[in-house]
Nanobody
């Protein structure tokens, strides 16, 4: 079993930047990783994904250009850098990992999930 732990959330102002981190307990180098977010009562939204070796990335349509995903396999960490934050970015942000060979934009593709970290953007 792989455990994922997110950190870096908090309260920021509109226009600020924020870096979220997610650490895996084991097997990180064989996991494709992704970030999603969810607002209560709304559907989970795909943000970004990165392949095992970092050579391939995917981004969600509504955040493309404002977020960047990266990973450090030596530290078992995946990073989501978010810029120009807006109040509508307020959500719980989750990292997810998959043992499958590809990265995809839908949640069912992922085998492991963190507990989430709250990001609140004030106007």
């Amino acid at each position: 079993q792989v455990q994922l732990a997110e950190s870096g959330g908090g309260l920021v102002q509109a226009g600020d930047s924020l870096k979220l981190s997610c650490v895996a307990s084991r097997s990180f180098s064989i996991l494709g990783m992704a970030w999603f977010r969810q607002v209560p009562g709304k559907q989970r939204e795909f943000l970004a994904a990165i392949s095992r070796n970092g050579g391939s990335t995917k981004y969600g349509y509504f955040v493309q250009g404002r977020v960047k995903i990266s990973r450090d396999n030596a530290k078992s960490t995946v990073i989501l850098q978010m810029n120009s934050l807006k109040p509508e970015d307020t959500a719980v942000y989750y990292c997810a990992g998959t043992l499958k060979a590809t990265i995809e934009t839908y949640g069912l593709h992922y085998d492991y999930w963190g507990q989430g970290t709250q990001v609140t953007v004030s106007s």
